[in-house]
């Protein structure tokens, strides 16, 4: 499968590097990881982990500190470039990979949906015909044409969300990477934005790398990836990952409530698989047990 990012080494630091580097912090540190085209990940990490500067650094919001962001092949950074080629190619690279931040207000810079879903492929320099099109299939695709007149203040997080999301769709990206983008919504809004996301993903084969503090959220994920301190400490399925509470909660994460629940049940002599991820899996293998 074709990769569409890939993190050669790289490392970032929000403070100033020092000539002693030994003292430096690190928000992201060492990082080798390869993305597929069409992969569905989650990323996982307690606050401070390093996981949303590593989405930063996948559109060139940052720029590492050593070694090297490829998008599409494409370096996010070159040293000795001029301002006009840098910019060139940082646009270059946000037309492959999209991101969607936590907060929706922060990204809806218009007064009615539809002209704020137009803003970014007018930036880009998009005929009007077509601005019109991406626009209408955008807000579908979201379930959010309807509302294409409304203004966004009134919308509720979750729509706004799907707004934002629109918004990126609007520029055709590859990838659509979201930043903890469900974060302050409640839990319809959640799963308003999460269906949204697995939508995309099915029909429109667009890769998604989504960064989330809920476990829920990431068992739907192909893989899970999970950093800490700056380095990644867990890359695998859904069922690798959570098969392995212990070293989870070392690093001060949990595991889903169902796998939580079938390890419960197990310590008391009902011995549940290790690998179970939701409430469907934990009855099934329950009735099981009960059955026999």
């Known amino acids: 499968m074709e990769e569409i990012l890939r993190f050669d080494n790289v490392s970032f630091s929000y403070d100033e590097i020092t000539e002693d580097k030994a003292k430096t912090e690190y928000a992201v540190k060492n990082v080798s990881l390869s993305i597929k085209k069409g992969e569905y990940i989650a990323i996982l990490g307690h606050n401070g982990s390093g996981k949303s500067t590593l989405a930063k650094l996948s559109n060139a919001i940052l720029m590492p500190d050593e070694g090297t962001v490829y ?13 006009e080629v840098e910019l060139e190619r940082t646009m270059k690279i946000r037309q ?52 294409r007149g409304h203004e966004p203040h009134k919308l509720s997080g979750g729509q706004k969300q799907r707004v934002a999301i629109a918004g990126i769709l609007a520029m055709q990206p590859d990838c659509l990477v979201l930043d903890e983008s469900t974060a302050m919504l409640d839990p319809r809004g959640r799963r308003e934005v999460m269906n949204t996301v697995r939508k995309l993903h099915d029909e429109l084969s667009m890769t998604v790398v989504f960064i989330t503090h809920f476990m829920d959220e990431a068992v739907t994920a192909d893989r899970v990836v999970v950093m800490d301190e700056g380095s990644v400490i867990m890359d695998g399925t859904p069922r690798e990952v959570f098969s392995n509470p212990e070293k989870l909660r070392s690093v001060g994460l949990d595991v889903p409530q169902a796998t939580e629940f079938s390890n419960e ?28």
Request: hydrophobic letters at 40%; a negative charge.
């Open 71 to 83: 998008v599409e092949g494409i370096p996010t950074f070159v040293v000795g470039e001029t301002e």
């Open 265 to 292: 049940l197990s310590k008391i002599g009902l011995l549940m698989p290790n690998d179970i991820l939701n409430a469907d899996e934990c009855v099934t293998s329950l009735s099981t047990l009960l059955e026999e």
């Open 96 to 147: 492959h990979v999209g991101m969607v931040f936590q907060n929706p207000d922060n990204q809806i810079v218009a007064t009615i949906v539809e002209e704020d879903v137009a803003f970014g492929p007018e930036n880009l320099g998009v005929d009007p015909i077509e601005i019109r099109k991406r626009v209408d299939e955008s807000l579908k695709a979201v379930g959010m044409y309807e509302y």
